[in-house]
């Protein structure tokens, strides 16, 4: 059981190019999440999908699409990245939304924007 | 979102048990106290939740005061791989969906 997946684990982008985070989870679970954490902050929810088909916006979606591609799988794009997206982007699952379920996560993207 | 209180930071020594406080006043009936950790350089890593009743699990019990103003996370053997930050998380009905992550207490173990 690998749990979540994310590729890549580094990536230097320029201003203005564009990438696709991805991310893959095999415990069968029907949501997922896209999160960031900048230095010495907390983890601020980009966009989520409650269940396969559906995703909503979060926190801090500027800048972002997502897409959930099956149950498994969930990207998120940067089409015009900007210095400001210089983070490390965690995606995580969970069985459901709901204020009991606990939320799983992967190791994480490094993503520098020059 | 509710709002937690934790310390900023605290030491323990290895093999021995360590309390980490969470103090939550405004929590509403219907909250859930979650406890994650984030070790460094990794995702968060959930370590336990509960409503009312204190809870056990593999990696930790949660206390949870009998008014629900405060919880304490109790590791009872603590190793050096327990150093991380720990999160207390309140999880409301509106917020059901997100985690919203604050300071947290950065633990040190000493060997």
């Known amino acids: 059981n690998a749990g979540v997946t994310q590729t890549p684990k580094f990536q230097v982008l320029k201003t203005g190019q564009s990438m696709t985070l991805q991310c893959a989870q095999d415990?069968?679970?029907?949501?997922m999440y896209w999160y960031r954490q900048d230095p010495g902050m907390g983890l601020r929810l980009i966009y989520y999908s409650a269940s396969e088909g559906t995703t909503d916006k979060g926190e801090v979606p500027n800048g972002y699409n997502v897409s959930r591609l099956n149950k498994r799988e969930f990207s998120l794009r940067l089409e015009s990245a900007a210095p400001s997206q210089t983070s490390v982007y965690f995606c995580?699952?969970?069985?459901?939304?709901?204020?009991?379920?606990?939320?799983?996560f992967g190791p994480g993207t490094r993503l520098t924007v020059t | 979102d509710a709002k937690t209180t934790q310390p900023n930071s605290m030491e323990s020594n290895e093999e021995e048990p360590v309390h980490l406080p969470c103090n939550h006043s405004?929590?509403?009936?219907?909250?859930?106290i979650h406890w994650y950790r984030q070790l460094p350089s990794q995702g968060p890593e959930y370590v336990i939740h509960g409503l009312t009743s204190n809870v056990n699990n593999r990696m930790a019990s949660l206390a949870i005061a009998e008014d629900r103003k405060s919880s304490t996370l109790i590791l009872h053997r603590a190793t050096l791989r327990d150093a991380a930050v720990y999160y207390c998380?309140?999880?409301?009905?509106?917020?059901?969906?997100?985690?919203?992550f604050g300071q947290g207490t950065r633990l040190t173990i000493n060997p």
């Open positions: 998380i309140l999880r409301d009905i509106q917020g059901a969906q997100k985690l919203v």
């Open positions: 995580a699952s969970s069985e459901g939304t709901g204020r009991g379920y606990e939320q799983y």
């Open positions: 405004t929590i509403s009936g219907t909250d859930y």
């Open positions: 415990m069968n679970h029907n949501s």
